[in-house]
C-alpha cells in the first residue's frame, strides 16, 4: 500500500481539500491518504506555526514517526504546502518516493511579481486588515484562487465554518507568509521522480514559475488549460488522472 500525504497551504487545512480526495481515492483505490494539518492551521490552530519551512518539515516528519506510519511515502501539495513537501524531499529523500507539487512558486527560479501578482495585493492586504465578516473574506478568497467561483458557491460555507471552529491567528498567518518569503529551493531535484502541475490561469501566482521549476529540475510539468489557482477545486478529476497516469503501474498496485 501506498501513502499519500496531501499538503495545503497558507492558513488552510485538510477541510480545504473538500471533495478531492474521495476523486483522488476513487482514481487510487488502494492507496491511504492522510491529510494533515500544518502547525498553526486546522486541527492544530492553537500550536504556533514554524517561521520557517524547515520548522515545517520537522513537525511533519514528526507526526509521521508518533502515528507509525512507514516511509516512503508520496507527497501531493500546493503552494506552501509544496514547499514544505520540496524541503521534506531535501532534508530526507529516504522517506519521499515521489512529489506533486500544484500551483507552486519557489525562489530562485521566479521572481517575487510572479510568485505572488501584483493585482492581488489590494485583496490580500484587506483580507488582512479588514476582511469584513468570514462569508465576505472566504468569498474573496475563492475569487482569487478559482477561475470557476460561481460553480463552487457552495464551499464558501464550509470553509466559513472550518474559519469559525478553528480559525488561525494573525500572528500564525504571518508566520506562515514570513516562512514562505524566505524559503529558497534547491538547484536540483531533491528526489527522481517530481511531477509539477500547473493552472496556465492561475491569477494569484503566474505558471510560468512552474514552468520555470521544471525546466530547472528536468521534471514533467502538465499544465491546465483554464483551472485557477486551486486546481483541486476546480478540476479534482484531471489532477487525479495525472497522477494516475505519471504513476502508472504503481497506481493499480498502490
Known sequence: MTTWIFLRGLTREAAHWGGFTAVFQRAMPAARILTPDLPGNGQRHRETSPASVAGMVAACRAEVARQGIATPVHLLAMSLGAMVAI????????????????????????????????????????????????????????????????????VIQDWVSARAQRPVSAANALR?????????????????QVLLL?????????????????????????????????????DPGWVADQVQQWRGNDAAVS
Open 87 to 154: 524541503e521534506w524531499a531535501r532534508v530526507a529523500p529516504a522517506e519521499v518516493a515521489a512529489c506533486v507539487l500544484i500551483n507552486t512558486s519557489v525562489r530562485p527560479f521566479s521572481p517575487f511579481y510572479q510568485r505572488l501578482l501584483p493585482h492581488n495585493h489590494t485583496t490580500l492586504l484587506r483580507l488582512a486588515l479588514a476582511p469584513g465578516s468570514p462569508q465576505d473574506a472566504e468569498r474573496a478568497i475563492l475569487r482569487m484562487t478559482s477561475n470557476r467561483a460561481q460553480t463552487h458557491e457552495q
Open 176 to 192: 506562515q507568509l514570513v516562512a514562505a518569503a524566505r524559503f529558497t529551493a534547491p538547484a536540483v531535484a531533491p528526489i527522481p
Open 198 to 234: 500547473a493552472s496556465e490561469h492561475d491569477r494569484l501566482v503566474d505558471s510560468r514559475c512552474s514552468q520555470a521549476l521544471a525546466n530547472a529540475w528536468h521534471c514533467p510539468l502538465a499544465m491546465h488549460p483554464t483551472a485557477g489557482h486551486d486546481l483541486p477545486l476546480d
